[in-house]
Structure formats: structure tokens, C-alpha cells
């Protein structure tokens, strides 16, 4: 977008993390322009205030800002994290737990020669030296509890995301925006008025007021008001590959000592998280109503945390998918209006960041089709290869029971998927193949789908002679081990910072 194209007023419907979200940006982006952003919520219907874990893109999204961090993470009860880790997800001896670190600059070094291990170990050399958690630096910072923030002469630290209190997020990007002067509608909308086929002309509240844009940004959550209720956008299910349709989650008192990962737990019919916050644990069971009863759920939930009697649980319906486009005509949808990807990888406040940032980066007064095209094909990208990249952790497990057989025999998968796998089982080059498959817009990195592989245990088992070059991963090992004792020098413990 250049600094002369006419910006757009915008109306955003919904105030919950997406809708603040996105009015914050929109504001930021084109308010110095003469345009004004209007977030219209119903406080009645209130908001989903779930969502307590991010990638790094949220301290992007600060940043871009101007927040201070410490202030952000006061205000919202934040922590620090470095990655998850999963637990149970594979029954092979030795990879009964692994991390999905944050990436670091660091990662240049050991990456190569851990891809180096993990290629021989595809061969069929001895898996000892493939586990993921030795080779990264987030994961050695986390396992030692110590903080992402490094030591001003030491410029490489890892990326890091954060977890928080959903409500007290949008309580605090509320201040910052309406301070900044966005309007702020309380109300419900009871009416929508069309302009075309392919337009929104207003929004009209309970009240008789009527609110008029350029752009409206559909923020409403699992109703989709405008997109899908209002314009018919289509709504393509994930269903057929992921089986997860309901939560429930409970808090339970804070954790003695927090270690700064997001814990992903596997259950009997889907998994657990575990989140530490600064006053409280945010702990959620996602499942699948087809294998286990909400009252199943929650007596297996209560029982893993050790709080059969006590605490209260909310139960929640997740609607798996995305839709077909996410702008259309002079509406954009943003967040669960937009589609939701089960929470496994926390990902869905990292698309609500992408999606806003690439939608002002493409704006134009008279966007053609072949504009939003090209935005929605990215941003279709972006989803599905995020999808494909959890979908592979059902896919791959190795454990009992219903649920899990039947995701690991589940052949529903996309065909970027299948390559993925075909390449990893036929010891192609995982880079060169992921920039093949996926192109530019890659969501996981060629290091993230090798912590998943070799995180689980999972190489094939034909063995092939392995080059004499691959064979050194035990000094390999102690070279990056050695190298990642000296870059951990270099931080100080998590609650000094
Ligand atoms: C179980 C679960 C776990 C999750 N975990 C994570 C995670 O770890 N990380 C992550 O990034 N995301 C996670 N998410 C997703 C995350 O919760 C949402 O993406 C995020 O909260 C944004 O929600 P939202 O703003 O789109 O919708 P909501 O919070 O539902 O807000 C919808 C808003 O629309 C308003 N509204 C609706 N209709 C009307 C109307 N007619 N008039 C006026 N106002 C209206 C409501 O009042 C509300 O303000 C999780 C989701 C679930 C279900």
C-alpha cells in the first residue's frame, strides 16, 4: 500500500481478541491518513476468552505497536514462551515427550547438523542422537527455566510468544485503542444491510443506529455475521482429517516454578494443554464428541488435574475449518469468523495478525479481483499448511485406543501432506521439498517438521546404506551441545526478566 492510496474508514464487528486485534492495527495503519476505525461489540453475547498461548507473532504485533513488554504482561497476566512441548503423542522408547521450539538465529548452527542425524537416522542409523530437544537453543533455555531475553552483548536470542489471559488482552488492546480513538460501540447489531451481491451497506444496531464503512471487519466470532450469515461466503470443514469438535477448560492455581512452554498432553480422545500463568494455570481438554461424552471429557479432564470435586470447567464447541475466502467484496473476516484451526499450535491469533497485516498491505480503494485473489490465496495458504502441519501430529501418533487409530489410519489427507510424509519416509531432502510443495508462504520451517518427525521417533524402517558423512552425530552432538552451554551463559533466570 502506498502512502497516498485513500485509506479506508473501517467498521469492525466483535470486540473479543480478533476484533481488538485487528482495530489496533487498522487504526495504526491508516488513521494518520484521515480514516476512522469503529469496533461494535455486544457485550451480552460477550466474548469466547479462550486463546491463552501465541507464536511469536503476538511480540510482533507489540512491536509494531510501540508496547512495552513489561507493561503488556503485567497488565495481561503474561508469561513467557519458548515452544510446547508434547507428551504421549508417541509410544516409541525415548520420544515420549519432545519440543516444538521458537526458532533462533543460533538455529543456522545447529540446524544443518542436526538435519545431518536425523537424515541418517531416516537411513537407519541409531535414532540416539535424533531426539529434537538436544539441538535448539529455545529448547535448551526453556529446559532450564531460564528467560528469552539475553544479555545485551549476545544478539541472538530465540523468538518468543507469550501466554495470557484472553479478557484481560482485550481489556488492555481496548485501552490502547479507544485511548487512541477508536470508536467503541456498545451494541447489538441486529441488521445488516447489503449493497450488492457483494457489499455490506450498514450495520444497524438494536437501536436504530446505523454504522457505515469502507471496510467491514467481521470479527463476530463462530456467528461469522457478515461473511458467511450475511454474504453466503462458503465455510470449508476440516472434519475430514480433524476430528477435535469441543473443549473444556478449567484453571487450577499457579504453578510453583512455570517452565516457559505451552504443555500439549495427549488423552484418551484428544489432548490437554496446560498453560502457566503469572496468577493462574489455564488447562483445557480438546476432544472429539465422536469418541468420548462431554461428561466423559470432563471427568477425564478433572481427573488428570487432580480436581474431581472441585473448580469449575466451561464447555465449549469448536467449528473446524476456514472459509473459502476471507475477503470478499468490502468485507474481510478476521479470527473465528474467518475459521479456526484446533489450538494445538496456538496459531489462531498468529492468523488474525497475518490476515490484517496483509490485508493493509493490499488495500486499494478500487481492489480488482485479481487483488483479493492473490490475498486470499496467501492467506488460504498460510491455513491449510498450518492445518497440514497439525494434522501430521494425529496422523503420525502411535498410540491405543479408538481416537488414535483412527487418526493414524485416517488416508483423509491433503496432498501437500502426503508429500511431506512420501519425502520424509523416502529420505528426499525435507528443505528442498517443503519450498517445492508449500512455495514462499511455508507456514512450518523444514527444523519444525523435523522436531515432529524425529520428535515422535519416526523413521523408516527399511534401512539404506548411510553416507560415511552422516555417521558423526555423536561428536556432532557435543559440538552443538558444547556450542548451546555457552550461548545459554548469556541468560538469566525467568523471573528476573
Ligand atoms: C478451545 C480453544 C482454545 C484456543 N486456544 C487458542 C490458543 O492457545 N491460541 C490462540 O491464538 N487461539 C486460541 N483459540 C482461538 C482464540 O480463542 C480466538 O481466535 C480468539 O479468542 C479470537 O476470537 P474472536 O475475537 O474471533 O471471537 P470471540 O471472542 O467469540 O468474539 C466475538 C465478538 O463478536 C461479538 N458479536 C457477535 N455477534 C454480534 C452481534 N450481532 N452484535 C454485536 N456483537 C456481536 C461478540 O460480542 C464478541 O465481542 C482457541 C479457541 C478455542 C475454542
Given at each position: ?19 481488538w ?13 484521515g480514516?476512522?476505525v469503529?469496533?461494535v ?8 476468552g479462550?486463546?491463552?498461548g501465541?507464536t511469536?507473532?503476538?511480540k ?5 505497536l510501540g ?8 497488565a ?9 512441548r ?10 515420549s515427550?519432545?519440543?516444538?521450539p521458537?526458532p ?19 537411513r ?5 542422537f535424533a531426539?529434537?530437544d538436544?539441538?535448539?537453543?529455545a ?10 531475553h539475553?544479555a545485551d ?15 484481560k488482552?482485550?481489556a ?13 460501540v456498545?451494541?447489538e ?16 444496531c ?15 466470532g463462530f456467528?461469522?455475521?457478515l ?10 470443514a476440516?472434519?475430514d ?8 477448560v478449567?484453571?487450577t492455581p499457579?504453578?510453583?516454578?512455570a517452565?516457559?512452554l ?5 488423552m484418551r ?24 461424552s462431554d ?5 477425564e479432564?478433572?481427573q488428570?488435574?487432580g ?8 464447555r465449549l464447541?469448536?467449528k ?9 467484496g468490502n ?19 498468529h ?10 498491505a493490499?488495500w ?8 483479493l485473489r492473490?490475498?486470499?490465496?496467501a492467506?488460504?495458504t ?11 501430529h494425529?496422523?503420525l ?19 501437500p501432506?502426503k508429500q511431506?510424509?512420501t519425502?520424509?519416509f523416502?529420505?528426499a531432502d ?7 510443495i ?15 518427525f524425529?520428535?515422535?521417533?519416526t523413521?523408516?524402517?527399511r ?8 555417521t558423526?552425530?555423536g ?18 533466570p525467568?523471573?528476573?526478566?
Amino acid at each position: 500500500m502506498t502512502d497516498g492510496v485513500r485509506a479506508p474508514d473501517c467498521v469492525v464487528l466483535g470486540g473479543g481478541s480478533a476484533g481488538w486485534i485487528a482495530a489496533c492495527l487498522l487504526h495504526q495503519a491508516f488513521a494518520g491518513r484521515g480514516a476512522t476505525v469503529t469496533l461494535v461489540e455486544n457485550p451480552e453475547i460477550g466474548i469466547i476468552g479462550v486463546g491463552e498461548g501465541s507464536t511469536p507473532q503476538l511480540k510482533a504485533f507489540f512491536d509494531r505497536l510501540g508496547v512495552d513488554e513489561a507493561e503488556w504482561m503485567a497488565a495481561c497476566d503474561a508469561t513467557f514462551k519458548l515452544g510446547i512441548r508434547f507428551h504421549g503423542w508417541s509410544k516409541r522408547p525415548g520420544f515420549s515427550h519432545y519440543i516444538h521450539p521458537f526458532p533462533s538465529p543460533v538455529d543456522l548452527h545447529t540446524e544443518p547438523p542436526y538435519t545431518r542425524v536425523c537424515a541418517a537416522a531416516r537411513r537407519g542409523a541409531a535414532v540416539d542422537f535424533a531426539h529434537p530437544d538436544d539441538w535448539f537453543l529455545a529448547s535448551r533455555l526453556a529446559l532450564a527455566g531460564l528467560s528469552p531475553h539475553a544479555a545485551d552483548s549476545f544478539p541472538f536470542a530465540p523468538s518468543h510468544g507469550y501466554h495470557f489471559d484472553a479478557y484481560k488482552l482485550g481489556a488492555y488492546l481496548r485501552g490502547w485503542a479507544t485511548s487512541r480513538g477508536v470508536r467503541h460501540v456498545r451494541a447489538e447489531v441486529a441488521a445488516v444491510e447489503c449493497a450488492g451481491d457483494e457489499r455490506i451497506g450498514a450495520l444497524v444496531c438494536a437501536d436504530g443506529t446505523r454504522l457505515t464503512a469502507d471496510m467491514f471487519v467481521d470479527c463476530s466470532g463462530f456467528r461469522s455475521e457478515l461473511m458467511q450469515k450475511t454474504l453466503g461466503e462458503p465455510f470449508i470443514a476440516f472434519d475430514d482429517n480433524l476430528f477435535v469438535d469441543r473443549a473444556v477448560v478449567m484453571a487450577t492455581p499457579p504453578p510453583g516454578q512455570a517452565t516457559p512452554l505451552t504443555e500439549a498432553i495427549a488423552m484418551r480422545a484428544g489432548w490437554r494443554w496446560r498453560i502457566p500463568l503469572q496468577s493462574r494455570c489455564g488447562n483445557g481438554y480438546v476432544y472429539s464428541s465422536a469418541f468420548v461424552s462431554d461428561d466423559e471429557a470432563e471427568h477425564e479432564l478433572r481427573q488428570a488435574l487432580g480436581m474431581l470435586s472441585a473448580g469449575e470447567t466451561r464447555r465449549l464447541r469448536m467449528k473446524v475449518g476456514r472459509v473459502r475466502q476471507s475477503w470478499r467484496g468490502n468485507c474481510l473476516a478476521v479470527g473465528l469468523a474467518q475459521g479456526f484451526i484446533e489450538p494445538l499450535e496456538a496459531t489462531a491469533l498468529h492468523i488474525v495478525i497475518h490476515t490484517v497485516e496483509r490485508f493493509i498491505a493490499a488495500w486499494a480503494p478500487d481492489a480488482g479481483p485479481d487483488r483479493l485473489r492473490a490475498f486470499n490465496e496467501a492467506v488460504a495458504t498460510r491455513y491449510d499448511g498450518i492445518r497440514d502441519y497439525i494434522v501430521a501430529h494425529y496422523r503420525l501418533n502411535q498410540r491405543e485406543g479408538n481416537f488414535w487409530r483412527a487418526n493414524a489410519s485416517n488416508h483423509s489427507l491433503s496432498e501437500p501432506l502426503k508429500q511431506v510424509i512420501t519425502a520424509w519416509f523416502t529420505h528426499a531432502d525435507l528443505r528442498q521439498r517443503l519450498a517445492e510443495i508449500y512455495g514462499p508462504h511455508s507456514a512450518y520451517s523444514s527444523a519444525s517438521w523435523h522436531c515432529l518427525f524425529a520428535g515422535y521417533g519416526t523413521f523408516p524402517t527399511r534401512p539404506q546404506p548411510v553416507p560415511h558423512d552422516m555417521t558423526m552425530a555423536g561428536e556432532a552432538l557435543a559440538t552443538v551441545q558444547t556450542m548451546l552451554a555457552a550461548c545459554a551463559r548469556n541468560f538469566g533466570p525467568l523471573e528476573a526478566s
